[in-house]
């Protein structure tokens, strides 16, 4: 186990980093990971490109405030042993790419789930054919596959195709979502998540779906949209969701 750096970092840094340790906790719960292969990232507090992220090999169950590492845009891990605290290569170049281009989105969420990626993988992607799905209506957009994301030059297309929106399908490989605070990033990509689940659900039975009217998809996404803007409802999601993690027997917050 890594020695916590509560007593070597601000207030505001380690309040930033329990946050994401709870992300990565909440992904362990609902079952949202990849073994040690997707990445959650966290802004710093300050005016430079300096992130959070997860050090490299340790399992979202286990991820603690004192194991995440931080990292500017140009790669560099900003620790005093950057050997004790690996990062993902493919990890940097996703979350660069958007901490650089988007400042609004102080987390950055990226999963490898069996249902992200079989929608990502149909030519239509995310159906408006339930209540959950049209609550991304026009706040996703989509990436097209360009291999293993180990090429900066990606981060240019990465950042234009998110846009100002705040989540992402990543064509033949997975979901991204962004937030201004932990709790709009981990409910987006919760709604995601379980839109995709409940999309292959659908398909699978082989009846014909069944597709809201435009006018009804407008009205739903409208309605969601006001939600969207609600710190309050994001905030009462996330706290109900602490309370999954609170009996863990390592605490996150260490």
């Known amino acids: 186990m890594q020695r916590s750096v509560r007593n070597e970092v601000s207030a505001e840094e380690w309040e930033v980093r329990c946050e994401l340790a709870a992300l990565y906790r909440l992904l362990a719960h609902f079952k949202m990971t990849d073994i040690i292969y997707t990445h959650i990232s966290a802004r710093l507090p300050g005016d430079k490109d300096t992130f959070l992220i997860n050090r490299y090999g340790v399992l979202f169950d286990r991820m603690r405030a004192s194991d995440l590492v931080r990292i500017d845009v140009d790669g560099n891990i900003l620790e005093s042993d950057p050997s004790e605290k690996p990062v993902n290569r493919a990890g940097f170049t996703i979350h660069s790419a958007i901490h650089q281009a988007r400042h609004d989105a102080k987390f950055v969420i990226h999963t490898h789930t069996q249902a992200g990626i079989a929608v990502s993988a149909q030519k239509q992607g995310l159906l408006p054919i339930t ?118 027997i390592c605490d996150y917050r260490t």
């Not at 932990?182 to 014909?208: P, T, W």
């Not at 435009?214 to 706290?239: L, P």
């Open 131 to 248: 209540q959950h799905a049209l609550k991304l209506q026009g706040i996703l957009a989509y990436h097209d596959y360009e291999g293993i994301a180990v090429d900066l030059s990606e981060r240019e297309r990465l950042a234009r195709d998110l846009g100002k929106k705040y989540a992402m399908i990543l064509r033949n490989h997975g979901l991204l979502t962004v937030g201004r605070s932990a709790a709009e990033a981990f409910s987006h990509v919760y709604y995601l998540e379980r839109s995709c689940q409940i999309q292959l659900a659908a398909q699978s039975g082989g009846a014909e779906l069944l597709y809201p009217s435009e006018e009804v998809i407008q009205k739903t996404a409208d309605q969601w949209h006001e939600r969207n803007n609600d710190v309050k409802y994001f905030q009462t999601f996330w706290d109900a969701c602490l309370q999954l993690i609170e009996d863990d």
